[in-house]
């Protein structure tokens, strides 16, 4: 009985627990560690490492198990959001970002010497909010929905899922307009790692009770579950990465809770089937063109 107890007090209080965990470590941390990108992707990845074990420790759904065949596949996409899309984002989608900030004028050094927490705040709710607006229209427009669509065709939901899509999508929700400001190191490499953790949560297979505060702002796995709905429509909802909360003020949040996840009669797509997937309206339009021709 003792130990059911406790574990009900861990998967209650973990999620809001590890991101205290993550700020006071970016927070108070040798200046050393909190400015090195390596940092980041170890603590990152060790972060990941944990809530996967949990899925062993207190599954949400046995149909959502990891197999062999899930994890080397969702590894791929990992490993390309890491190497291939940020690549692109440094090179591609930062500096033009960079070079409007030095045309425009703005200069914000003040920033860099707000309270740490604060930084943190501004960056994650800046970045979550732009995002939003991102995912929410590749729901709402044909092209962009052929790129994001691929991630809506995973059939379970666990902590590395967030990384299963086209580059092409991938790339653009990584866009932002965070570099038009003067933040601290370690209050975008914190910002970053509360907004990817807090993202693992909300696809992970774990059977969580947070508290209602944390679910009013943080996404979970219940409203995210829903956005993964079977059906279309559904989907429209919940668009939030991180903080659920911009959906509420933005009128698109939804309660509610998904077991059956993916599209198109839960039919499962391959790698090759998620690089090509934007393109095969195209190819099919021009076969069609020829044989009409």
Same mark, same amino acid.
């Given at each position: 009985m003792a130990e059911q107890g406790v574990k009900q007090v861990v998967f209650r209080y973990i999620q809001p627990a590890t991101v205290l965990a993550i700020v006071l470590f970016w927070g108070l941390a040798p200046e050393r560690l909190t400015t090195s990108a390596w940092t980041l992707l170890i &603590?990152?990845?060790?972060?990941?490492?944990?809530?996967?074990?949990?899925?062993?420790?207190?599954?949400?759904?046995?149909?959502?198990?990891?197999?062999?065949?899930? +994890?080397?596949?969702?590894?791929? %996409? $990992?490993?390309m959001v890491y190497t291939l899309i940020r690549y692109a984002r440094i090179h591609w989608g930062d500096p033009p970002v960079e070079a409007a900030k030095h045309a425009i004028g703005i200069s914000t050094p003040w920033l860099e010497h707000a309270p740490f927490v604060l930084q943190v705040a501004l960056v994650l709710f800046l970045f979550e909010f732009g995002q939003y607006w991102m995912h929410r229209a590749m729901h709402n427009w044909t092209p962009l929905w052929l790129v994001h669509a691929p991630h809506h065709y995973v059939t379970?939901?666990?902590? +590395?899922? *967030?990384? $299963? *899509?086209?580059?092409?999508?991938?790339?653009?929700?990584?866009? *932002?307009?965070? &570099?038009?400001?003067?933040?601290?190191?370690?209050?975008l490499f914190c910002a970053a790692h509360v907004g990817t953790i807090v993202?693992?949560?909300?696809?992970?297979?774990?059977?969580?009770?947070?508290?209602r505060w944390y679910s009013y702002v943080f996404t979970t796995i219940e409203h995210h579950s +829903?956005?993964?709905?079977?059906? %279309?429509?559904?989907?429209?909802?919940? %668009?939030?990465?991180?903080?659920?909360?911009v959906d509420r003020m933005c009128g698109t949040f939804h309660a509610g809770e998904a077991v059956e996840v993916g599209q198109d009669g839960r039919r499962r797509l391959s790698i +090759?089937? $998620?690089?090509?997937?934007?393109? $095969?309206?195209?190819? &099919?339009r021009f076969r069609n063109g020829r044989t009409a021709g």
């Open positions: &603590a990152v990845g060790l972060c990941k490492l944990a809530i996967l074990s949990l899925e062993q420790v207190n599954e949400r759904h046995a149909a959502w198990r990891m197999t062999r065949t899930e +994890l080397l596949t969702d590894l791929f %996409y $990992v490993a379970q939901l666990n902590a +590395l899922k *967030g990384a $299963v *899509g086209n580059p092409i999508e991938l790339f653009l929700i990584s866009l *932002g307009i965070v &570099a038009l400001f003067d933040f601290s190191l370690p209050a993202a693992a949560f909300a696809h992970a297979n774990v059977r969580f009770d947070p508290p +829903l956005h993964h709905s079977v059906d %279309y429509e559904s989907t429209r909802c919940n %668009y939030a990465n991180a903080l659920i909360v +090759l089937d $998620v690089m090509a997937f934007p393109f $095969v309206p195209l190819v &099919a």
